[in-house]
């Protein structure tokens, strides 16, 4: 069982907007700063897509947000590409350099 | 530019021994903490270990303490992953990744399967 909770799926049509939630404790998402999020592509590996709840790394399109309230962080994907299908993970520090994964959301463009 | 390269994955019999590595390179390794994360094939990710900047100190996942080792060379911008007592549920795609509180940058992931 993973630490944090995904749904296992999401869906949208391209343009559409679609938001992923990640639930956690209060001894890991509501108790730190520390949320990012993973876009996987097949057969490749994680890529940093937000991190410290809302920042985007350089390179990552602004279509990318992230947010938080209590123990629930979530992503947001504006103006859904075909691209953008791919698996999402999110994270949460829980201190102790412990670090919590999501199970992972499959996300599907329609 | 950010560059991880891990090698060291392969067949192995339960109850044996791997290592893994991973080379950086594009920044100065040692000033970053570094981790291994693995993922059981279609399933999600696991941190198993981490090391601080200086190797000083570690940290390990419940289900691997005991057996795994992380440790780093700095001259050699090089992590390591030594893995012992291998069981069929430590099968995963190893990668090492840059960072503590989140990892900015990952390998391409070397594939470790377990099984007689």
């Known amino acids: 069982q993973s630490a944090l909770t995904q749904p296992p799926s999401a869906s949208g049509s391209p343009g559409q907007s679609v938001t992923i939630s990640c639930t956690g404790t209060?001894?890991?998402?509501?108790?730190?700063?520390?949320v990012s999020w993973y876009q996987q592509l097949p057969g490749k590996a994680p890529k940093l897509i937000i991190y410290?709840?809302?920042k985007r790394p350089s390179g990552v399109p602004d279509r990318f947000s992230g947010s938080k309230s209590g123990n629930t962080a979530s992503l947001t994907v504006s103006g859904l590409q075909a691209e953008d299908e791919a698996d999402y993970y999110c994270?949460?520090?829980?201190?102790?350099?412990?670090?919590?994964f999501g199970g992972g959301t499959k996300l599907t463009v329609l | 530019e950010v560059h991880l390269l891990e090698s060291g994955g392969g067949l192995v019999q339960p109850g044996g021994s791997l290592r893994l590595s991973c080379v950086a390179s594009?920044?100065?390794?040692?000033?970053?903490?570094m981790t291994w994360v693995r993922q059981v094939p279609g399933k999600g990710l696991e941190r198993v270990s981490v090391i601080i900047s200086s190797g000083g100190d570690t940290f390990y996942a419940d289900s691997v303490k005991g057996r795994f080792t992380i440790s780093r060379d700095n001259s050699k911008n090089t992590l390591y992953l030594q893995m012992n007592s291998l069981g069929v549920e430590d099968t995963a795609v190893y990668y090492c990744?840059?960072?503590?509180?989140?990892?900015?940058?990952w390998g391409q992931g070397t594939l470790v399967s377990v099984s007689s």
């Open positions: 209060s001894s890991d998402v509501d108790d730190y700063k520390y």
């Open positions: 410290e709840v809302n």
């Open positions: 990744a840059r960072g503590q509180r989140w990892s900015d940058y």
């Open positions: 994270s949460s520090y829980a201190g102790s350099s412990n670090l919590l």
């Open positions: 594009g920044f100065t390794f040692s000033s970053y903490v």
